[in-house]
C-alpha cells in the first residue's frame, strides 16, 4: 500500500455513512460476517467509513496456509505463490510481539505500516481453552508461521491496546488536507477499485463491465463482457453449540464494575475491554475429509456471549456463555452476485472473496489478470478481497493487506519507468 507519490492513480476506497443490502434467501444464510450485520429488519449494512469491513472486524491477525497461495500460483497467476507474498506479508508488518518474532525471525517483519500485537488483557476461558487443547494434543503454534495445524492466543492487528484499522495504520499518516476535500477526481494514470467484495463487482457491473446478458436487461450500456460477480465464495460456518459457564469461569460483573473498567480501559487501554473474550483463541484442525498435508479444513473459534443478551455480537469482555463455532476452511460451494434495479441480488452461498476472481487469459471465470488489471478494460485495477480466486484458510484480512502491498509494487514497476 505504500505509494509513489509522483504516479496518479485514484483509488475508490472511501466514504461515510452506511450502504444497506437486502439479502436474497435469508433462509440459508449461515455467515457469521452476514449475521454481525444485519442490523436492521434482515438488511446488511456495510459502513461508508474508509477501511470498512476492517475497521470493524474481529481483528485477528492470520495468514492462511501456504498451499492457499501455491494454488493460486498453480491456477497460471504468476507471482502469487506463497514465496512471492511471504515478502509482502512481512513488508506490512510491524509486530510487538518479541517472543513470536524471535521464534519465526523469517516469517515477521518490524517497521512495518501495520502493527500487529497481542491484546495486553488475556481472558481467563481462552487461557483454560488453550490449556485443554494441549491436553488433547494440539500444538501450540504460531499460525502465521511454518505450522498453522494446532492452536494460540491469536496475534491481533492493534497498537497499544487499540484497534488498527488499515485506514489508520496506511491512510492517515499520508493523507493530506487535499484529497479530504476532494469531490470528483480524475485519474492521468488508471484508476484502482479497492471497494471491497461486494462494491467492487457493483462499481465494475454499473460501469458496463460484466455478464453481458445481465448488463442488458438493466439498460446498462455493455463496456466489456466479464464473468464479474460470479466466483463468489463463503466464510461458511454453523451457528455453534452453546456452552453454560459455571461462576467460576463466567465473567460477568456488577454494573459499578464494568464502569471501573471502563474507566480504566479509557485510561490504559488495559482490562477485560481491551480484548475480544474468548473469540481470541483459535484452533486450526484437520477433519477426516481434509485434502491437503498439513492445511486446516475447519477453525475453530469461541464466541463470548451474556445468556442476557441476545446480541451475540455484543461486547465480549462479559459474559456465562461460550458459544463454539466452526468455520469451514477450503470450501468449494461458490455463489454469484448480480445488479438489481435497486440493489444487488445474491446468490447462496455468498459474501467473501472473489468476486473479480484474478486468473490467467486462458480462465473464463477471469476478471482481473496476474497484474490485477481488468481484463478488457485498460487503465483499471481491482486490489481489494474480490480478486481472491480462492478463499484462504483463515482470516483474511492479513492476505488483503499483502495484495495490497504487492499491487503497489506493481504499479510502480508500471509507472515508475516513465
Ligand atoms: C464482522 C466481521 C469480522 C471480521 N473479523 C475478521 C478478523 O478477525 N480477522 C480478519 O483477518 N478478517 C476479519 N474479517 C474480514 C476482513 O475484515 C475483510 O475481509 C477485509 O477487511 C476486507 O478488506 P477489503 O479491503 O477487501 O474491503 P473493505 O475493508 O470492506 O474496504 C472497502 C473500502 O471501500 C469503501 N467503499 C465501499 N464501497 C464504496 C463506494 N461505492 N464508494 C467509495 N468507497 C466505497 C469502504 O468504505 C472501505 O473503505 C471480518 C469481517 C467482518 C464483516
Not at 501495520?114 to 494440539?138: C, H, M, P, S, T
Not at 482490562?271 to 475453530?300: M, V
Amino acid at each position: 500500500m505504500t505509494m509513489h507519490h509522483s504516479i496518479f492513480v485514484l483509488t475508490v476506497l472511501c466514504g461515510s455513512g452506511t450502504w444497506t443490502y437486502q439479502e436474497k434467501d435469508k433462509s440459508k444464510i449461515n455467515s457469521i460476517d452476514m449475521r454481525f450485520l444485519r442490523l436492521l429488519n434482515g438488511k446488511t449494512l456495510m459502513n461508508k467509513m474508509m477501511g470498512d469491513t476492517g475497521a470493524m472486524n474481529g481483528m485477528a491477525y492470520c495468514r492462511g496456509n501456504a498451499e492457499d497461495f501455491n494454488n493460486w500460483a498453480t491456477l497460471g497467476n504468476s507471482g502469487w505463490s506463497y514465496k512471492d507474498l511471504l515478502l509482502y506479508f512481512i513488508k506490512s508488518e510491524d509486530n510487538g510481539d518479541k517472543e513470536i518474532v524471535e521464534h519465526n525471525p523469517e516469517y515477521h517483519g518490524i517497521g512495518g505500516y501495520q502493527r500487529v500485537e497481542r491484546f495486553r488483557y488475556q481472558d481467563l476461558n481462552a487461557k483454560i481453552i488453550l490449556e485443554a487443547g494441549k491436553q488433547l494434543g494440539y500444538k501450540i503454534v504460531d499460525v502465521t508461521g511454518k505450522d498453522q495445524l494446532g492452536t494460540m492466543i491469536m496475534q491481533t492487528i492493534t497498537k497499544d491496546g487499540q484497534p488498527k484499522s488499515t485506514n489508520s495504520a496506511f491512510i492517515q499518516p499520508i493523507r493530506n488536507a487535499s484529497l479530504k476535500s476532494a469531490k470528483v477526481a480524475y485519474a492521468k494514470k488508471e484508476v484502482i477499485s479497492s471497494t471491497g467484495t461486494v462494491s467492487s463487482p457493483k462499481l465494475l457491473m454499473l460501469f458496463g463491465i460484466g455478464p453481458a446478458d445481465d448488463l442488458k436487461k438493466l439498460g446498462i450500456k455493455v463496456v466489456a463482457a466479464s464473468p464479474v460477480g460470479k466466483n463468489v465464495q463463503d466464510h461458511v460456518t454453523f451457528n455453534g453449540v452453546s456452552l453454560q459457564l459455571n461462576e467460576k469461569t463466567a465473567t460477568e460483573k456488577s454494573f459499578k464494575s464494568k464502569q471501573e473498567d471502563s474507566e480504566l480501559y479509557l485510561k490504559t487501554h488495559t482490562g477485560p475491554l481491551s480484548s475480544t473474550g474468548a473469540a481470541t483463541l483459535s484452533l486450526f484442525t484437520q477433519t477426516k475429509y481434509a485434502e491437503i498435508d498439513g492445511a486446516p479444513d475447519d477453525q475453530i473459534y469461541f464466541i463470548s456471549k451474556s445468556t442476557a443478551d441476545i446480541d451475540i455480537f455484543k461486547v465480549h469482555s462479559y459474559y456465562d456463555t461460550l458459544l463454539v463455532y466452526l468455520f469451514v476452511l477450503g470450501s468449494k460451494s461458490k455463489g454469484y452476485l448480480k445488479l438489481n434495479k435497486t440493489d444487488p441480488i445474491w446468490g447462496n452461498p455468498f459474501i467473501y472473496p472473489g468476486t473479480c476472481k484474478m486468473g490467467p487469459k486462458e480462465d473464463p471465470g477471469a476478471v482481473v489478470d496476474p497484474r490485477l488489471k481488468v481484463y478488457g478494460v485498460p487503465g483499471l485495477r481491482v486490489v481489494d478481497a474480490a480478486i481472491m480466486p480462492h478463499n484462504i484458510r483463515g482470516n483474511p484480512h492479513a492476505t488483503i493487506m499483502a495484495i495490497a502491498e504487492k499491487a503497489a509494487d506493481m504499479i510502480k514497476e508500471d509507472w515508475c519507468h516513465h
